[in-house]
């Protein structure tokens, strides 16, 4: 599989609960992008990671959410004490640089209940 | 005021028309530009890069325009598979993160 890797594909979470998605990016990208979109918009920028690096968060990732890139290959999203406003598609998406274009993962599509 | 914006639509266009869009970024600093096209409830999908010079791939031209700091994307002989949503994204300046307009939505009709 050549492509980015999204896991899950859904997930229903009661409100309060701790979800975890995964990313797995093309395997000679080494910058990985997490990006929140929710209906009628754009995505939006979360965070991104160089390698292992995390090199930039957005000021919409509230202290709820972490990510980590463990040596520079997948990545993981937490959100923890979810809340309504979280429910959204989380798209992964991975690039070996700007001139090349980023390649989007399928997403995995939040609801909390 | 947005840092991309976009004509949300949505634009009704029958077959084999010709369509343009437009983007208007506010960074002037910004050096690489993209259209993606976004089909309902999937994942976003590079198009075209965004050169000065223009760029074409078959039907689909686009252009940018730094004095103006507006992005084009022209669609010519429209077909029922270009029913999309088009995402204007900027690239911002010193780093790498995309930068998404809201997308304009496209619909062609038989």
């Known amino acids: 599989d050549t492509g980015v890797s999204q896991d899950p594909r859904h997930k229903i979470t009661k409100r309060g609960q701790n979800v975890t998605f995964r990313c797995d990016p093309i395997s000679e990208h080494n910058r990985l992008y997490w990006y929140r979109q929710t209906l009628g918009q754009g995505p939006e920028f979360l965070t991104y990671f160089q390698n292992e690096a995390q090199l930039e968060k957005s000021r919409l990732l509230s202290d709820r959410f972490s990510a980590e890139r463990p040596k520079g290959s997948f990545s993981t999203l937490e959100i923890q004490r979810t809340e309504q406003g979280d429910s959204a598609m989380y798209l992964c998406?991975?690039?070996?640089?700007?001139?090349?274009?980023?390649?989007f993962g399928s997403g995995t599509r939040l609801t909390v209940v | 005021r947005k840092e991309v914006e976009q004509d949300p639509g949505p634009f009704n266009v029958p077959e084999g028309a010709t369509v343009a869009f437009n983007c208007t970024y506010s960074n002037s600093a910004s050096q690489s530009f993209f259209w993606y096209r976004q089909d309902c409830r999937k994942e976003p999908k590079l198009l075209m890069s965004v050169y000065s010079s223009g760029n074409e791939d078959g039907r689909f031209t686009a252009q940018l325009n730094r004095a103006s700091q507006y992005i084009s994307l022209l669609i010519r002989d429209s077909k029922l598979s270009d029913s999309a949503t088009y995402l204007c994204v900027q690239v911002a300046y010193n780093t790498d993160k995309l930068i998404f307009g809201t997308g304009t939505r496209l619909q062609v009709f038989p």
């Open positions: 998406a991975s690039s070996s640089g700007e001139y090349y274009g980023y390649t």
